[in-house]
């Protein structure tokens, strides 16, 4: 059975995962369930759940018997983030990019997710790609390309990558020049970013983007934006 959790109740902190469960029995059942994780990341999973005094803790080395997997523990949590996520569904191969992510705060990188276009997340560095009208990375990962490109690079965008990307092959990458803006349709960016295409579980597809290049532009002639 595929295991999908919501990505806004996962926090990815400096040698470990976190997970929020609802309910003690709900923890117990994800601690079964996940435990594979634990194994695949090299890291310790922490299952937490309403007015428990101590995580549910799966080690990397956790059999898959429930009745062994249910280690509890004390633990000191460092606060370290390191990404910033919007709400959405997360599998295996998603958790492995925003690991990536996380282990990279100095790049200016996001992973997209192509159904909707929406940039779910970001690294702390992506503030740079921001305007101070844009309202913090909290704010960006809640919109989606249409939001902040200028409409004809995204057009030209999705026709290459289209073309050019081969889902979960690391050597499978482009990059392209784009213009974005605020959401006021004004204070114009020229941005350079490498691109490469993954899938999670269930079949959806992301773009995992690093920016490579960055600086202020002219509005594009023939102004073609959704800002305004």
């Not at 006021?184 to 079949?203: A, H, I, Q, T």
């Amino acid at each position: 059975m595929k295991q999908l959790i919501d990505l806004d109740r996962v926090k990815l902190a400096q040698g470990h995962i976190e997970l929020t469960a609802d309910s003690k029995s709900q923890a117990k059942n994800l601690a079964y369930n996940v435990a594979v994780w634990a194994n695949k990341f090299e890291r310790d999973i922490l299952i937490f759940y309403p007015h428990c005094k101590n995580p549910i803790r799966i080690p990397p080395t956790t059999p898959t018997k429930s009745s062994e997997v249910l280690n509890m523990t004390n633990l000191v949590l460092p606060s370290r983030q390191g990404i910033v996520t919007a709400k959405g569904r997360l599998s295996p191969s998603i958790l492995e990019v925003l690991y990536f992510l996380a282990e990279n705060p100095n790049e200016s990188a996001g992973l997209v997710r192509l159904s909707d276009e929406r940039q779910i997340a970001l690294t702390d560095s992506s503030i740079a790609l921001l305007t101070e009208a844009d309202g913090g990375l909290e704010a960006a990962v809640e919109r989606r390309r249409a939001d902040y490109w200028h409409l004809p690079d995204l057009e030209e965008f999705n026709r290459l990558t289209h073309q050019s990307l081969e889902p979960d092959n690391q050597a499978s990458t482009t990059e392209f020049r784009l213009r974005t803006h605020d959401p006021n349709g004004e204070n114009w960016l020229l941005s350079v970013n490498r691109y490469r295409l993954v899938s999670d579980d269930m079949g959806e597809l992301y773009h995992v983007f690093i920016n490579t290049g960055l600086e202020e532009c002219a509005a594009p002639v023939g102004l073609v934006t959704s800002g305004k």
